[in-house]
C-alpha cells in the first residue's frame, strides 16, 4: 500500500473516530480489526498501538511479543542474516512522521 493511500484511510478513520464516540473507543483499545476493517495494512509480525498526543493521533506499528522461548521476528533475522532493526525502525519512524503530518493537515481543513 503506498504510504498517501495508507495515510489518507488512516485520515479518514481518525476523522469519524472523533466524531463518533462509540467508534473512537473502539479505536482506542482494540485498534486492530477497525483498522482492517478500513483498510489499513498492519505489518506482519506487528500490533497496531493508537497514540494521542496533544494535536496529533498516530498509529504505531508495535512488535508482537514472542512466547516465552520463541525468538521475535527481529531477533531471528538478526541471528539468520544480520541484523537490520535500524533500517526496520528508520522506515517506522518515517512512516509516523507522515501520517503524523497528513492528520494534522486533515484536523486544520
Known amino acids: 500500500m503506498a ?9 479518514e478513520l481518525v ?4 466524531s463518533d464516540d462509540q467508534l473512537k473507543q473502539r479505536l482506542l483499545n482494540d485498534p486492530e480489526p477497525l483498522l482492517r ?16 498526543d496533544k494535536d496529533t493521533v498516530s498509529v504505531e506499528f ?3 511479543t514472542a512466547q516465552e522461548g520463541e525468538l521475535t521476528e527481529n531477533a531471528l533475522g538478526a541471528v539468520v542474516g544480520g541484523d537490520n532493526t535500524a ?4 522506515n ?8 503524523l ?6 484536523l486544520r481543513s
Not at 3 to 11: D, F, G
Not at 38 to 45: D, H, L, M, N
Not at 87 to 90: D, E, I
Request: hydrophobic share 35%.
Open 3 to 11: 504510504n498517501e493511500e495508507l495515510q489518507q484511510k488512516w485520515s
Open 15 to 18: 476523522k469519524r473516530a472523533w
Open 37 to 52: 476493517e478500513s483498510g489499513v495494512e498492519i505489518p506482519e509480525g506487528t500490533k497496531p498501538r493508537v497514540v494521542v
Open 62 to 64: 508495535l512488535p508482537k
Open 87 to 90: 533500517t526496520t525502525l528508520s
Open 92 to 99: 517506522l519512524a518515517n512512516m509516523r512522521h507522515e501520517m
Open 101 to 106: 503530518k497528513a492528520v494534522a493537515n486533515n
